[in-house]
């Protein structure tokens, strides 16, 4: 697949499930904060594939999406075996960034657990910013 192959991302938010693992909680049982960047990026991952792609399609193509800034707000803690929800939403989408926002819920109850936001840059395989391509600008 080549770059110019690649048609606009159309769906701009998606809501992905994921059940709580034994090795993502502490000794308290309650889901480690490290593991909620993993969380933002499941949903980010799931965004892209809702519209057709993987990240592995991109990188093929010589795309390199990193994570440039990172925001997580507490609210309630996630334990073990518990099936929490993703909410993943594109915020901006410009030639510069590429924000999402996400809402971690419970499933159990839809209460809020954590939100946060993400900013991607585009970058060449040599690690250089680079223009945000077009297909991903919706």
């Known amino acids: ?3 110019e192959d690649f048609k606009k991302c159309q769906i701009g938010e998606c809501v992905t499930q994921v059940q709580v693992r034994y090795y993502e909680v502490d000794r308290q049982n309650v889901v480690h904060h490290s593991n909620y960047a993993r969380y933002f990026e499941i949903g980010r991952t799931e965004l892209l594939r809702v ?3 993987a990240y592995k399609d991109l990188e ?3 795309v390199m999406l990193v994570v440039a800034k990172l925001d997580c707000r507490f609210k309630y803690p996630a334990r073990y075996d518990e099936i ?3 909410h993943t939403r594109v915020t901006r989408a410009d030639r510069a960034r590429l924000e999402h926002s996400y809402t971690i819920r419970h499933k159990a ?3 809020i657990l954590a ?3 993400t900013t991607l840059v585009h970058v060449d395989r040599e690690g250089k910013l680079q223009p945000m391509p077009e297909f991903l600008l919706g």
């Open 1 to 3: 697949m080549r770059i």
């Open 51 to 53: 519209n057709g792609y």
């Open 60 to 62: 093929d193509c010589g």
């Open 84 to 86: 929490i929800e993703i």
């Open 109 to 111: 109850d839809g209460k």
């Open 115 to 117: 939100e946060g936001s």
